[in-house]
């Protein structure tokens, strides 16, 4: 098995054939220690691993059944062989049942026999050896390898546990309203907001223009209306990660830094796995940085393999981050954004979307919300029952209350609170009955 010599204990009270069986695993190339005391032979097994043990099976104070045994409990790897007369032969196979003896040889033995056995019951023990070593080997790394896990594990959940905890919340507060996504994605929009390193205002444009392209390929207003979820909640994966990761543009980060940067769309999943009526917005930003040509990333996906929400999603990140990262005064920066676009349509982005993007650009068309009539209040004058015509948001860009929230005895109590607190009252949309 390998370059280390045989190691062999030989115990046996009468000294002429000790000196036999040594001369023999000598001329082998064997190296031996000799012993005629067991207690002896023992205290040696304790100091070294032996690859095989052998043992007269007469011998006065400590049999050779007995001191196998005794060995086996020391050095269980090592292997034992029995020498044996012949009229022992009952005795050594009640040995062999009991004390786990792995082998027996008559006297007078035969010396060719006697080297085989040593050499094959040698490479056996070394087997073992090297088996329980692999063994080891592979138990430590697969340890090493789940506490990698679980710190990555821990890390994720710790900064995403008051998402996910919010998310919990409002499916229990919601179960009969799950149709209901826009109170759920400004909610998690919120947390984009309050994010010193993140731009909401990118992430609004963002999922305006998702908005706009999924209406200009005639998708359905619940897949444009989940396109533009997904265009809000595109960078939520990022309160996740380092923010060294996303404080300056992808193209200034080192490769190493880019690859964990682009895993960010995974633990968006991650953390909108517990709200499952936005299962189809996770799965826009989990695959939005796949690619037309299929040389994407997570999965590689190729043309229509590809979500039609996610391949909206990529062509309107794309063209606002070109936007946004530009120095150049605005018309020069949409022109250069759009050529960019225009460049890799038709491998990195399905070409029908890109068209869609074009002909939003050249209408110069904005999303307007249908609110109806509405009347301008202050927090004093408001009623339970008045239904809010656009979100509220604090000086900060936090959203106080989401569009459509019909105001109760509570809402009205702690909105007077707040403004009692203002300089200035609020200026309250509220829809016209």
Same mark, same amino acid.
Request: hydrophobic share 40%.
């Given at each position: 098995?390998?370059?280390?010599?045989?190691?062999?204990?030989?115990?046996?009270?009468?000294?002429?054939?000790?000196?036999? +069986?040594?001369? =023999?695993?000598?001329? !082998?190339?064997?190296?031996?220690?000799?012993?005629? %005391?067991?207690? $002896?032979? #023992?205290?040696?097994?304790?100091?070294?691993?032996?690859?095989?043990?052998?043992?007269?099976?007469?011998?006065?104070?400590?049999?050779?059944?007995?001191?196998?045994?005794?060995?086996?409990?020391?050095?269980?790897?090592?292997?034992?062989?029995?020498?044996?007369?012949?009229?022992?032969?009952?005795?050594?196979?009640?040995?062999?049942?009991?004390?786990?003896?792995?082998?027996?040889?008559?006297?007078?033995?035969?010396?060719?026999?006697?080297?085989?056995?040593?050499?094959?019951?040698?490479?056996?023990?070394?087997?073992?050896?090297?088996?329980?070593?692999?063994?080891?080997?592979?138990?430590?790394?697969?340890?090493?390898?789940?506490?990698?896990?679980?710190?990555l594990e821990n890390l994720v959940e710790k900064r995403t546990s008051q998402i996910r905890q919010v +998310?919990?919340? =409002?499916?229990?507060? !919601?179960?009969?309203?799950?149709?209901?996504?826009? %109170?759920?994605? $400004?909610? #998690?929009?919120?947390?984009?907001?309050a994010n010193p390193h993140l731009d909401a205002d990118k992430a609004k444009n963002i999922a305006k223009?998702?908005?706009?392209?999924?209406?200009?390929?005639s998708l359905s207003a619940e897949i444009a209306d989940m396109v533009r979820m997904s265009g809000y909640?595109?960078?939520?994966?990022?309160?996740?990660?380092?923010?060294?990761?996303?404080?300056?543009?992808?193209?200034?980060?080192?490769?190493?830094?880019?690859?964990?940067?682009?895993?960010?769309?995974?633990?968006?999943?991650?953390?909108?796995?517990?709200?499952?009526?936005?299962?189809?917005?996770?799965?826009?930003?989990?695959?939005?940085?796949?690619?037309?040509?299929?040389?994407?990333?997570?999965?590689?996906?190729?043309?229509?393999?590809?979500?039609?929400?996610?391949?909206? +999603?990529?062509?309107?990140?794309?063209?606002?981050?070109?936007?946004?990262?530009?120095?150049?005064?605005?018309? $020069?920066?949409?022109?250069?954004?759009?050529?960019?676009?225009?460049?890799?349509?038709?491998?990195?982005?399905?070409?029908?979307?890109?068209?869609?993007?074009?002909?939003?650009?050249?209408?110069?068309?904005?999303?307007?919300?249908?609110?109806?009539?509405?009347?301008?209040?202050?927090?004093?004058?408001?009623?339970?029952?008045?239904?809010?015509?656009?979100?509220?948001?604090?000086?900060?860009?936090?959203?106080?209350?989401?569009?459509?929230?019909?105001?109760?005895?509570?809402?009205?109590?702690?909105?007077?609170?707040?403004?009692?607190?203002?300089?200035?009252?609020?200026?309250?949309?509220?829809?016209?009955?």
């Amino acid at each position: 098995m390998n370059d280390e010599p045989i190691v062999v204990l030989c115990l046996d009270d009468e000294e002429s054939v000790l000196k036999s +069986l040594g001369r =023999l695993l000598r001329q !082998n190339g064997i190296k031996a220690e000799l012993f005629q %005391s067991g207690n $002896e032979a #023992l205290d040696r097994v304790r100091e070294i691993d032996f690859d095989v043990i052998i043992s007269d099976m007469r011998m006065p104070n400590m049999d050779g059944a007995e001191f196998l045994t005794h060995a086996k409990a020391i050095s269980p790897d090592a292997r034992r062989i029995l020498l044996t007369g012949y009229s022992d032969i009952q005795d050594t196979i009640n040995a062999i049942n009991s004390g786990g003896i792995h082998g027996y040889l008559q006297k007078p033995w035969n010396n060719e026999q006697l080297v085989r056995e040593i050499n094959k019951a040698a490479e056996l023990t070394k087997l073992k050896k090297q088996n329980d070593a692999l063994q080891k080997k592979i138990q430590s790394q697969n340890e090493e390898l789940k506490e990698l896990n679980t710190n990555l594990e821990n890390l994720v959940e710790k900064r995403t546990s008051q998402i996910r905890q919010v +998310l919990k919340q =409002l499916e229990a507060a !919601n179960e009969n309203e799950k149709k209901e996504h826009r %109170s759920t994605v $400004e909610l #998690l929009y919120n947390f984009i907001n309050a994010n010193p390193h993140l731009d909401a205002d990118k992430a609004k444009n963002i999922a305006k223009l998702c908005y706009q392209v999924a209406k200009g390929l005639s998708l359905s207003a619940e897949i444009a209306d989940m396109v533009r979820m997904s265009g809000y909640l595109s960078q939520v994966g990022l309160l996740a990660m380092d923010p060294s990761l996303y404080a300056k543009p992808f193209h200034e980060l080192d490769s190493e830094k880019k690859k964990l940067f682009l895993t960010h769309p995974s633990t968006a999943q991650l953390m909108l796995m517990p709200a499952q009526h936005l299962s189809d917005v996770a799965e826009a930003i989990y695959s939005q940085f796949e690619k037309y040509n299929g040389q994407g990333v997570p999965k590689g996906l190729k043309g229509k393999e590809i979500p039609i929400g996610a391949q909206v +999603l990529a062509v309107a990140r794309d063209y606002m981050e070109h936007m946004y990262q530009s120095q150049r005064p605005m018309g $020069e920066r949409k022109e250069n954004a759009l050529e960019i676009i225009k460049m890799y349509s038709g491998s990195f982005y399905h070409p029908k979307v890109v068209e869609s993007l074009l002909s939003v650009l050249s209408k110069d068309q904005e999303e307007t919300d249908k609110v109806g009539s509405m009347s301008i209040l202050t927090a004093q004058q408001l009623k339970p029952g008045m239904e809010l015509g656009l979100a509220m948001h604090n000086a900060q860009g936090i959203m106080l209350l989401p569009k459509g929230h019909v105001f109760s005895d509570n809402s009205i109590s702690k909105l007077q609170q707040l403004e009692l607190q203002k300089p200035n009252p609020f200026r309250i949309m509220v829809v016209d009955n």
